[in-house]
C-alpha cells in the first residue's frame, strides 16, 4: 500500500525506481549503478543499526563502509525483495519516504533473509531524484532461523516464523491452541502467561532500558517447560526485543551443553559442577548433597565457590548464567 500526501505519479514512480535501484544494485554487487542513488557530498548522513551499527556523516565514508561490505562478501546475491507500506511526501523538490524492505533469498542462495525498517530523504537535482539521509533499522529475531513466535499479552499468537511452525508439530513443552500459545503441562502454563504478561510491561521506552541496565544485557526471562526423560531442564526464552515480546525455543535442548561451558570457562571442579547441574533440575542443597554423596555443609561450600568463580550471588543469577550460554536469539 502506498500512501501520499502530494500527488504526483511521475515524483512517486520515479522514487521508487530510486529505491528499488538502490537495493538491487547492491544484490548484484554493482558498483557503478549503486553509485547513481546518492548524493554524494559531506552533507549525506547515514545511520543504520542492520546486525552493525554504523553512522556516516559523508558519503565518501557511507561508500567506503558499503564497498567494505561488498568486499568481504562479492558474491552476487540471488533474492527478490519487495518494499512495504511505502509512505512518500513530496514537497518541492524534497521528499520523505518510509517503507519496510523484505528481502528473501532464493533456493541455494548464501544469504539470510532480512526485514528492515527504512527511512529516506531525497532531493530533486534538475530531473534526477538523489539519496542524501538514509537511515535503516533491522529486526533481527525476524530474520532469525531459530524458532521465534510473537505474542501480545494474554500470549495470543501474532507472529512466528517458518522454523517455529516446524518445529510446534513435534517439540515438547509448547503448544497452540485456539492461536494462543500455551505451555504443554497445565501445571506450568501460568508460569508461561506470566513471563509474557511481566515482558509486555517492559516494552516501553523507559521500561526497556531501566530493565536492561538491571540485567546487563537483553532482556530476556528463561522459562521452565518441564524435563528431558534424562533430567535435563526443558526450557524457552521470553524475550523483549523491538518493542514487541518473543517466545524462542529451540527444539531437543538440555542444560548438560551449557553447564559444561560453564564449567570449561570458569574452572568449575568436577564436584562443584555436578553440585550445579543438581541444582539446575530443581534439587534442594540437601538432595544434592546426599546425592553426590557429601554434606550439606561441603554442597554450600562448593556453591560459595562456583559464586566466587563466576560472580553471581544466587541461584537464580547462576542459572541465568548457564542458559546464557545457549540463548537461541
Partial sequence: MLKRTEYNEEDIDAIRQVLENDIRSFLRRDRKSWLKTWVQEDRFVSIMECGLKQFAHSFDEFRRNIFDAMDADPTPVDADFSLKNLRV??????????????????????????????????????????IVFHGCWAEPIKDTTVPAIEVDP???????????KAELKTVRGLLTSHATLRASKPSLDKGLKQAIANAHRLTGFGQYNRAKATLGGDVKFPVVLGEYEDGGTLFC???????????LFGGERSLRNQIDTVQLIYGLSDAQTEVVRLLSRGFDLSEAAEHVGISKNTARTHLRRVYEKTGVGSQIELLRLIISFDTPV
Fill in 237 to 247: 526464552w521470553v524475550k523483549v526485543a523491538d518493542g514487541r515480546v518473543y517466545v
Fill in 89 to 130: 511526501n513530496v514537497k518541492g523538490d524534497t521528499a520523505w519516504v518510509t517503507f519496510e524492505e523484505i528481502v528473501t533469498p532464493n533456493a541455494g542462495a548464501l544469504a539470510t533473509p532480512s526485514h528492515s525498517h527504512n527511512i529516506r530523504i531525497l532531493e530533486r537535482d534538475e530531473s534526477d531524484w538523489r
Fill in 154 to 164: 494474554k500470549g495470543n499468537v501474532l507472529w512466528l516464523n517458518d522454523e517455529a
